[in-house]
């Protein structure tokens, strides 16, 4: 086991290094001048020559890519064009605030899928309307489902804000779009597991044995469902922690997903690639702790040590 989380460790590493060095490549191909971005009304080819030199923008883009990943090593992620801040210290607050709507869209699916799920499974007279409902919510993007609430509670009912923020009020719509979207394939995979579960011989044994349905759903059959599901999980966390970007832009989140987005208008470049390599340690962080959760709930898992 422990020869496997090291050779996971170091192949998220270079997953991570892999990521960094394409998205520094990726942002010179993106048309615009920094510059121009920072100071658009500027008439002076010698003031935009200036800002250049400044932001050391005329080196060549082998020594700027050899300064940056110099600086990445020492755990410096670059200062602003813009703001003229680390790029820490703008990330850090924001990436707090997508943690927490991160958290909050996991639990939203995880319920909602789960319940769907066991519907499905349980009584097949709603299964047809759990599948409609699946495809449904698998068919809608998530821009148009998170429009169609805040137009619903925010602008019709008037039960949830509409002007943006990160306050426990302004959570509830933003994690209930991930929810729906995510829903569906937790409901797969609830129902496809639990079908197994109740199709094998060890339920069979233990309905032989006179227990009650209740426990057997609960001891047995719902144990199984864990290893995948907690695969999903960690890939979702991860996932949502890279920016939820258009949950975000639709009710006005301040989480790292709009940040990126307000740094690529402004080709604000050292910004952005800081979001993207900080989203790509976050998805490998969090597979690495759902494999090994995994490993401990199920130990069909565990792969052999030689």
Known sequence: MARTLIRRVLFGIIAVLGVAALAFLLEFVVPGDPARAIAPRAQSAEVLRNITIQLHLNRPLIVQ????????????LGTSYVQRQSVASLIGPRLATT????????????????TLGILATLYPKV????????????????????LLLL??????????????????????LPALTLGLVGAPWYAQIVADQMADSLASAYVRTAVSKGLTDRYILWRHVLRNVLSP?????????????????T???????PGIGLLAVDSLQNL???????????????????????????????????????
Not at 65 to 76: A, E, K, P, S, W
Not at 99 to 114: K, N, Q
Not at 247 to 253: A, L, S, T
Request: glycine share 14%; hydrophobic share 60%; aromatic share 10%.
């Open 229 to 245: 599901a907690i695969t999903m999980i960690g890939m979702d966390l991860g996932a949502y922690l890279s920016g939820v970007v």
């Open 99 to 114: 943690g927490w709507l991160a958290l909050a869209g996991v639990i939203a699916e995880v319920i909602m899928g789960g």
């Open 268 to 306: 604000d470049r050292p910004v952005v690639m800081g979001t993207v390599i900080v989203g790509a340690v976050a998805v490998v962080f969090f597979n690495l702790v759902a494999d090994v959760l995994r490993m401990y709930v199920d130990p069909r898992t565990r792969e052999e040590i030689a």
């Open 127 to 146: 299964r047809a309307v759990v599948g409609a409902v699946n495809l449904t919510l698998l068919a809608l993007p998530q821009f148009v489902v998170g």
């Open 247 to 253: 949950v975000e832009v639709v009710f006005g989140w």
């Open 65 to 76: 890519f050899h300064d940056y990943f110099g600086g990445l090593f020492r755990g410096n």
């Open 151 to 172: 137009l619903v509670f925010g602008f019709k009912l008037h039960m949830a804000p509409v002007t943006g923020g990160a306050g426990p009020a302004e959570i509830v």
